[in-house]
C-alpha cells in the first residue's frame, strides 16, 4: 500500500492513514499505532490515530466527494477540506486558543492533519444533559467579534478583504445553507421532514406571506453580502467543550457572508436547547439550567459587541469608521440580522433536513410537539421582530414569556 505514490485522491481507511501518516513521518511505526474512524461518514471521515510510542494522538479529517442525503449521494467539492483548513488557519491568527491546531495537511487527499480534542465533548450533548459551561460565552462573543472583524473591509481595506475573499468561494457548501435554510422549509420540498402532527402548523407558515418574504430578505442578504469570513455552520454541534475550554471545530461551510449569520446561528440553537430544556429537565433543576441559557444568549452578544467596538477602534483602517456613530450602525446591522437569522435557522431545524438532537431527542409526543411548535413560533418572532428587539434582553423576555404555564 502506497499512497503517497499513487498521488491521487482516495478515501482513507484505518490502514491506509496510518500508511500515510507514517510515510509523512507523523508516526514512526505503523505497526504501534491505533486509528479509528469516528466521524459518522455522512460527508467526511474523522480518524483518531494514536502512537503507542510516545501516546502522542492525531486527528485526520478527510472530505469525501459527496453527502449522504437521506440514503442518496448530493455531489460535494473536496475544495471544502481546503476551506475548512484555511479558515481554521485564519481564525488561529486571532483566537488560537479557540481553535483546534492545524498540524498539517494534504489537499489532494482533501485531509486536514490537526490537534486530537477527544477530551472534549460538542457542546449539543453537554448542553442536552443540562451541563453547564462558565466560560462559553465569553468564548464564543470573542470567537465572533475576532473573526468577523479581522476579515471586514474595516480591518482589512477593499484590496486585502477581496484577496481573503477569493480563497473563500464555496459554491457546493452554501448551496446547502441556501435550499436547506432559505428555501425548502418554505414550500412542500422533499427534503423536509416533520411529523404529521406538526401539519398545520406548518401549513400556515407556508401561507404567510409576510413571513416568505421576509425570508426572502435574508436569503438575498446571505447570496449577496460578503461582509466578513463566516464559519457558515456555527451550531452547537460544531463546538467542543470542556468544562471550562471551547473550540470551534467543522468551518467547512466558511465564505464571506453577512456578518449576522454566525451569531444568529449560535444563538438559535442556544434557543433550541432552551426550548428543549422545558421538557426534558426535571422540574427541580429547570429554573437553572433555563436561566443559565438564558444569560448566555446575554452574554454572548454583550462580549461579541463589546469586543467588536473595540477592535474598530483600535484596529480600523479609516478613522471614520472609528467613530461611535459608525460602531453603532454596524452593530445595529449585525444585531438585525443575527435575529433573522436566527429565526430562519431555529424553523429550519423543525421543518427542514437535518433536526436537532435537542427537540427530536425528546421522548414524549406531545412535549416534543409544543417544544417544535415553540421553536417555529420563535422563529417567527425573532424574524418579524428584528427591527424591533432593541438588546438581547428583548429576545430573553420573549422566550422567558413564551415558556410561562
Ligand atoms: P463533519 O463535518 O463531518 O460533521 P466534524 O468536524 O463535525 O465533521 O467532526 C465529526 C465528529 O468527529 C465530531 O462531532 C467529533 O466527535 C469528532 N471530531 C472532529 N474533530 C475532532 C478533533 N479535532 N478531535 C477529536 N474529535 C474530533
Ligand atoms: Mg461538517
Known sequence: MTVLQEKTYQPFTEESVLVYLEQKGFIKDRKEADCKEVGDGNLNYVFIVRDNTTDRSIVVKQALPYAKVVGESWPLSLDRARIERQALQEAAKHVPHLVPEVYDYDDTFAITVMEDLSDYVILRKGLIEGNRYVNLAEHIGRYLAETLFHSSDEALGPVEKKKLARQFVNPDLCDITEKLVFTDPYFNAESNSYAETLEETVNELWQDDALLFEVAKLKKQFLTEGEALLHGDLHTGSVFVTSGETKVIDPEF????????????FLANLTLNFIAQQERSSEGDRQEISAYLLEAIEQTWAVFEQRYRELLKEHAVEERYKSDEYADYIVKKIWQDTLGFAGCKTIRRIIGLAHVED?????DDESRLRAQKRAIE???HLIFNRQ???SPSDWTAYLKELVQP
Open 388 to 390: 424591533q428587539w432593541q
Open 254 to 265: 466558511a465564505f464571506f457572508g453577512p456578518a449576522g449569520f454566525d451569531a444568529g446561528a
Open 359 to 363: 427537540i427530536d431527542g425528546i421522548e
Open 378 to 380: 420563535t422563529g417567527r
